[in-house]
């Protein structure tokens, strides 16, 4: 593989069947070369070519333990920075469509968030301010957080990390998601009243007000997942009324008000681990991508399985990874070309792996 160079990708044309057959056979040859990472949320089409599924962190520490020099990423683009954040010497981290970004990630970049860094630290002058990143961020932000003591976070473990890092200062910068911040932060028994909202887009403090940031435990980032955000309150009333005994789990970037109208709320590896586990013949309702919903529904024919919402479309752009760009990709990997690979600065890697260090070293 030390002579294979970077290349276009070209897009193959041709009938789904032809297309599967081709990408299997470009996926066989690859053999042990070359791990495939695939996060819940990606189309069956090309889900059924992952050796492995999961979260985008799960996902990313299997790359980077992987024998394999060529790691291909079913996901969005600040996953295939993670992986390559923690990929060994040695390792190429390629995505299918470089253009298959993140809402969420997109709602806060380097820029707004150093102009918001620097007003914050002059309006509290003494405070310890912890950054703290959502493992759904630009490798960027990640670093930021890394040098300037902070860390990241996935849905997961966001509590425990929230709580280090009251522990260790006076309040916490947590972006880019205004609604797990504020999950959070109340689960933990903040007023939210007391969570400041920093919108980029305003020039004076973020739109936040002085002496509301001067107490504020936790200042929140007023970014949103575009999918998450859908869900409400009211479907879940409603699905209550429709479906009497229905469980209702949603993932905790949904509202704070659907949050509270949910029987649990949890990351898409606690959503699947519940799927599991509740009893046959169970109603249960998810607040979630639609791919895993469906996923999960014909995975449990016992218990009926149904989303909170089947009008939204799947996250558009996981979406913009389908088989056409993965044979591709698979076909130009195997005539030993590189497409697509996903690199992040060494020194921008070398701080954001700080602050996943950091996040890993509390368990
Ligand atoms: S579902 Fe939301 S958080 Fe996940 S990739 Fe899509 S926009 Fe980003």
Same mark, same amino acid.
């Given at each position: /593989? ?13 009938? *789904?069947?032809? &297309?599967?057959?081709?990408?299997? @056979?470009?996926? @066989? ?18 889900? %059924? ?15 980077? %333990? ?12 600040? /996953? ?17 469509? &470089? ?18 860094? %620097? ?35 996935? *849905? ?34 903040? @007023? ?11 020039? @004076? ?9 001067? $107490? ?31 469980? =209702? +789990? =949603? ?6 008000? !659907? ?8 990351? !898409? ?8 586990? &509740?009893?046959?013949? *169970? ?21 009926? +399985? ?11 752009? /996981? ?37 996943? $260090?950091? /996040?890993?070293?509390?368990?």
């Amino acid at each position: /593989m030390s002579t294979a160079v970077a290349c276009e990708l070209t897009i193959p044309e041709a009938p *789904s069947e032809e &297309l599967r057959r081709r990408a299997w @056979e470009a996926r @066989e040859a690859l053999g042990d070369q070359l791990i495939v990472l695939g996060h819940h949320y990606q189309k069956d089409e090309v889900i %059924e070519f992952a050796d492995v599924t999961g979260d985008s962190f799960k996902l990313a520490k299997l790359g980077a %333990e992987a024998e394999a020099e060529l790691v291909l990423f079913l996901g969005v683009y600040f /996953m295939a920075e993670s992986a390559d954040v923690l990929a060994r010497p040695g390792q190429t981290v390629v995505l299918p469509d &470089l253009s298959a970004g993140c809402h969420l990630a997109e709602c806060a970049d380097i820029y707004t968030v150093r102009d918001a860094w %620097e007003q914050i630290s002059g309006a509290l002058p003494g405070k310890r301010i912890i950054p703290l990143t959502y493992m759904n961020s630009d490798a960027v932000l990640k670093a930021f957080c890394g040098e300037n003591g902070g860390a990241v976070c996935t *849905s997961g473990n966001a509590r425990t990390v929230f709580e280090w890092a009251l522990a260790e200062g006076d309040a916490i910068f947590f972006f880019p998601d205004e609604h797990l911040g504020r999950n959070i932060a109340c689960d933990m028994g903040f @007023e939210d009243a007391s969570l400041p909202v920093w919108n980029p887009r305003l020039a @004076e403090l973020g739109g936040a007000r002085r002496e509301l940031l001067a $107490d504020a435990p936790v200042i929140l980032w007023k970014g949103f997942c575009n999918v998450h955000t859908n869900f409400t309150a009211e479907q879940v009333k409603r699905h209550r009324e429709d479906h009497p005994g229905v469980r =209702v +789990i =949603v993932h905790p970037e949904c509202p704070r008000p !659907t949050v509270l109208a949910a029987d649990e709320s949890g990351s !898409t590896e606690y959503i699947i681990r519940r799927c599991n586990e &509740l009893p046959a013949g *169970s109603t249960i309702s998810i607040g979630t991508d639609l791919n895993l919903v469906y996923r999960l529904r014909d995975a449990h024919p016992a218990k009926t +399985i149904f989303p909170m919402l089947d009008t939204i479309c799947p996250c558009v752009t /996981m979406n913009r990874i389908d088989l056409p760009k993965l044979t591709g990709c698979l076909e130009a990997l195997e005539s030993g070309g590189l497409p697509n690979v996903v690199s992040v600065d060494e020194e921008v890697a070398e701080w954001a792996r700080v602050a996943l $260090d950091r /996040m890993l070293a509390l368990g």
